[in-house]
């Protein structure tokens, strides 16, 4: 199956329902996207993901600097 944000076909099984083999999840190996078996996921194409654009993607926000005013 394809990702359902950046269509690599590189998704996987992420993990199992514990009890009753009721639902899994899958994880885009690519954008890591992850969505449960029991949904049907539609990415508005304003949200879909290139895979040119990942590699420059912020992974984490970036922190302000500090206030000098501030002591910690
Ligand atoms: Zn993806």
Avoid: H
């Avoid at 449960?36 to 926000?61: A, G, Y």
């Amino acid at each position: 199956m394809n990702c359902p944000r950046c269509d690599s076909p590189k998704t996987r099984v992420m993990t199992k329902s514990p009890v009753g083999d009721v639902w899994e999840v899958y994880v885009c190996d690519v954008c890591a996207y992850s969505w449960r078996s029991t949904e049907d996921p539609k990415v508005w194409p304003t949200f879909k993901l290139k895979p040119e654009q990942i590699p420059n993607l912020d992974v984490i926000p970036a922190i302000a600097p500090l206030d000098p005013d501030v002591s910690v």
